[in-house]
């Protein structure tokens, strides 16, 4: 491979794919232009001063491209009110329709605005859920009648020089894909690649691809897939990305920064959109924060050949030992730091999961509770849960049974074979991987100082397979900003992107903040990677024109009644087009239908219908109840 994959320049080093630019109105996207930042409005798109007030807010706050939903012609129409009144503010910005189901609506929207979205599994298609068995005839002949309803939207764009996205959604993909290709990342790029063929057929190539999903996984593999298809066709069209209904607040940002920082860790994607369930100018600044990642890196020159020695396109856990339960099919471990504490008290302990009663003389445990403390250099003189392992320096180390020891591989060459100890390896350092080979009962923990982490993460696992070397890895990272959203978005996608790939079988992260905020963050990465469930997960949509409840609200509400029933999924969806297709593995989904009025799904079958709003949140509780999924919350 000598640094070359199929689907990105390098993957020992930092290097953005090359695509051809594509215009939107006056920005110009992949390239050799930055990635550009997008965000879509909430606002009813028939609500002409409240889209234009709500677009400057997010110009101003450095939307470069603004996206408004089109669901029908009367707000295809709508456009070229919002777009002069725009224009009479003195913003040039511009801007995209987002169609769902109606053609006729995105032909309406070329005349005024520089771009239309376009979603393949329903633009032309169907989506009933159904299972057809198609020939080879019948769906050619489905291909020949989406042709038909797409080709006038891409003649129109190409004679007035409008821009499109094809923007494959994972939980939209037609009856029509999911019977020949299932709900996978294979099914996703085909899907894109039917259209884009019709595009290139009609000489029309102004173009940008996403292949958006709520799980990072299939996310991640989907545009990985899409890249690799377009290298083997010639292809080079720039990439939006995205991870739908990320939710909103730590995990929302969490989520975001996983899906779209694994793809941008190895150069991929030329635009991205920041989907919080919140107002649509706080997505802008995130998006920023996690780009700010990758200015000015530079690509490391490396002669060193590898063989890729796992699939990115799908999700295979690295084989290992286990080391003191650790590796081999356990879940990732999460690892709290106490080394820097004057003193230890039973109390330093509620940051990370554990809360002592002084009355009771015992331990509480909550769900997001560290399975390991390093001490450094530190004792404590209490008893401590048995669920937790304590780890001290091994100078520091006096055979006590309670403690693990830490050592240092450039400075411990010598470790007893019959105990086991967790191995310190500063990767900026030249380290003989032969020699770990002699460590049978040891945990490797890996750290470096590079700023662009993953190449170097990535070149030590793939040292350890060519050796065939089966040790437990843990990550240790640190940060030293002190801003807390930075902090979250540069972990998420430094320890991403290597989890989704199957590596890793812990986390270790430090820095200039809580312990509580890094328990926490340890624990999201885990839960946004799906190698560790710890708690509820919330596939929920931002807010658009579409949607029919205040979704921040509901959300709200869901997750205080909610949020104890540890690895469940719920979808809450402001409207059908986000409905049960776009929660895709949700296990319960809250629709809204119209106005005031709620489906409740259970996974992708609806089960009540028209609920009124007021009483939709008890009855979704009833809901899982009568599935057996229903726990009370504890007593505080």
């Known amino acids: 491979m000598a640094g070359q994959s199929l689907y990105c320049i390098n993957l020992l080093s930092y290097e953005r794919f090359p695509t051809r630019e594509v215009m939107i109105g006056n920005v110009g996207v992949g390239g050799k232009n930055p990635v550009r930042v997008q965000s879509m409005t909430t606002a009813d798109t028939m609500n002409t001063q409240e889209s234009i007030d709500e677009s400057i807010r997010m110009i101003d706050a450095g939307c470069e491209i603004v996206r408004l939903t089109a669901p029908s012609k009367k707000e295809a129409e709508n456009l070229k009110r919002i777009k002069q009144g725009l224009l009479d503010r003195g913003y040039s910005t511009p801007l995209v329709a987002d169609i769902h ?19 393949p599994g ?3 298609d169907k989506k009933k859920f159904e299972e057809i068995d198609y020939t080879d005839n019948s769906y050619q002949q489905e291909l020949i009648r989406i042709e038909q309803k797409f080709t006038p939207l891409v003649l129109k764009c190409k004679e007035l020089k409008r821009s499109m996205r094809i923007g494959t959604n994972h939980g939209s993909l037609s009856d029509r894909i999911l019977s020949r290709y299932g709900d996978t990342p294979e099914g996703m790029v085909q899907s894109a690649m039917e259209f884009i063929h019709i595009c290139e057929k009609n000489d029309y190539y102004d173009l940008v691809i996403s292949m ?52 941008l860790e190895d150069g991929l994607g030329d635009t991205i959109r920041v989907s919080l369930t919140e107002n649509s100018e706080h997505e802008i600044p995130v998006a920023k924060k996690l780009l700010e990642k990758f200015e000015g890196i530079e690509s490391e020159c490396t002669t060193e050949a590898f063989s890729l020695t796992y699939s990115p396109y799908s999700y295979t856990r690295r084989k290992t030992l286990e080391i003191a339960n650790i590796g081999c099919g356990h879940v990732p471990v999460v690892v709290a730091d106490l080394s820097k504490k004057e003193s230890i008290t039973p109390a330093n302990f509620f940051g990370f999961g554990y809360s002592y009663s002084v009355q009771l003389d015992k331990w509480n445990l909550m769900d997001l509770a560290a399975d390991i403390v390093y001490l450094g250099k530190q004792s404590i003189d209490f008893e401590v849960p048995g669920t937790v392992r304590l780890l001290k320096d091994f100078d520091n180390w006096n055979n006590d049974p309670k403690y693990t020891p830490l050592i240092s591989f450039t400075q411990k060459d010598e470790i007893d074979p019959t105990i086991v100890h967790f191995i310190s390896i500063d990767l900026d350092e030249v380290i003989a991987i032969e020699e770990l080979a002699n460590r049978p009962n040891a945990v490797f923990i890996i750290e470096t100082s590079k700023r662009h982490k993953t190449p170097v993460f990535r070149k030590f696992r793939l040292k350890l397979d060519k050796k065939n070397i089966k040790n437990p890895v843990v990550f240790k990272t640190n940060y030293t900003t002190s801003d807390e959203e930075t902090f979250q978005l540069h972990s ?28 926490s963050l340890s624990f999201g990465i885990l839960q946004a990677t799906r190698t560790r469930i710890s708690k509820t997960e919330y596939i929920s949509c931002p807010s658009c024109g579409r949607t029919l409840f ?13 949020a104890h029933l540890k690895g469940i999924k719920i979808g809450i969806m402001g409207c059908i087009v986000n409905g049960p297709g776009e929660m895709a593995d949700a296990d319960y989904g809250y629709v809204g239908t119209g106005p005031g009025k709620i489906n409740l799904y259970k996974e992708k079958t609806v089960v ?3 609920v009124p709003e007021e009483e939709a949140v008890q009855a979704l509780i009833e809901l899982i109840a009568e599935h057996g999924d229903w726990i009370e919350p504890k007593e505080e």
Do not use: C
């Open 101 to 119: 189901f109606t053609p006729n609506a995105a032909e309406i929207a070329a005349d005024y605005i520089e771009k239309v979205r376009i979603n």
């Open 122 to 124: 329903n633009y032309a």
């Open 212 to 263: 958006k999903a709520s799980n990072t996984l299939v996310m991640v593999q989907a545009y990985r897939l899409l890249v690799a298809r377009m290298i083997e066709n010639g292809q080079n069209y720039p990439l939006h990305l995205g991870v739908t209904e990320a939710g909103d607040g730590e995990d929302g940002r969490i989520k975001s920064a996983v899906g779209i920082g694994a793809l």
């Open 492 to 519: 998420s996608s430094d320890l991403g992107i290597h989890l989704i790939d199957g590596f890793g079988d812990g986390v270790w992260i430090t820095g200039n903040h809580s312990l509580n905020l890094i328990n």
């Open 550 to 562: 205040d979704l921040q609200e509901t959300t709200a509400r869901i997750r205080a009644k909610t």
């Open 608 to 610: 009540r219908k028209n």
